[in-house]
């Protein structure tokens, strides 16, 4: 697992990020080959559905192959103060 994160300096406008990546070895559960997703099961039992960002590997795969995918989360957060109407 790789992660990084940041923030703004204390003279700027309240900001954060974080991105984190996993790689896992996991089992093909399903492939949907229209939507280009698969359905894989994780080492700790749990299930998610993916978009692959090489359709053209879904040719070769099949349920219950053992492959190593990569997640990839991130998130980012910034506070802004409201402009005051002036009536």
Do not use: W
């Not at 309240?14 to 080959?33: F, H, N, Q, S, Y």
């Not at 099961?41 to 492959?67: N, Q, W």
């Amino acid at each position: 697992m790789l992660e990084g994160a940041g923030k703004t300096g204390k003279d700027e406008a309240p900001a954060a990020a974080g991105v984190r990546r996993i790689k896992a070895l996991v089992t093909i559960e399903g492939l949907d080959r229209p939507t280009q997703t698969v359905t894989v099961k994780g080492p700790m039992g749990r299930y998610f559905v993916a978009r692959v960002a090489d359709p053209s590997r879904l040719e070769k795969a099949h349920i219950g192959d053992t492959v190593v995918i990569t997640f990839t989360e991130a998130a980012a957060v910034s506070l802004n103060k409201p402009e005051m109407s002036k009536e």
